[in-house]
């Protein structure tokens, strides 16, 4: 059975780091793209960041993260993780990892891509809550 299971999440003060990890059973996680989505109370669900499939991996960041997240997958132990940095209050949400078989070749680029759309993710963890508050 596919599972995704996400930690790591918690309170923080603005400023502060997290790291979360999302671990995979039942696949390997170079098989597929990793995404990383979040949703805020109120709110649609948006991509934050993914990573293509590979041994490697390509990410991808959303503009507005402005440098301060990244993705990265550990094949050993077949986790993906989201190192966030300089958070602020508006990254409060709860974070989800999601794996999907739909890479792409970028048209103008020619390079692999994951996907930033959250339709394109077949499976999805549980979330875990980041807090970002004084």
């Known amino acids: 059975q596919l599972q995704l299971v996400e930690s790591g999440g918690g309170l923080v003060q603005p400023g502060g780091s997290l790291r979360l990890s999302c671990a995979a059973s039942?696949?390997?996680?170079?098989?597929?793209?990793i995404g990383w989505f979040r949703q805020a109370p109120g709110k649609e669900r948006e991509g934050v960041s993914c990573?293509?499939?590979?041994?490697?991996?390509?990410?991808h960041y959303e503009d507005f993260l402005k440098g301060r997240f990244s993705v990265s997958r550990d094949n050993a132990k077949n986790t993906v993780y989201l190192q966030m940095n300089s958070l602020e209050p508006e990254d409060t949400a709860v974070y989800y990892c999601?794996?999907?078989?739909?890479?792409?070749?970028?048209?103008?680029?020619?390079?692999?891509?994951?996907?930033?759309?959250?339709?394109?993710?077949?499976?999805w963890g549980q979330g875990t809550q980041v807090t970002v508050s004084s």
């Open positions: 039942g696949f390997t996680t170079d098989a597929y793209a």
């Open positions: 999601a794996a999907s078989h739909r890479d792409f070749i970028g048209a103008a680029t020619f390079v692999l891509r994951c996907p930033m759309s959250p339709g394109a993710y077949d499976y």
């Open positions: 990573i293509t499939s590979g041994s490697g991996g390509r990410p």
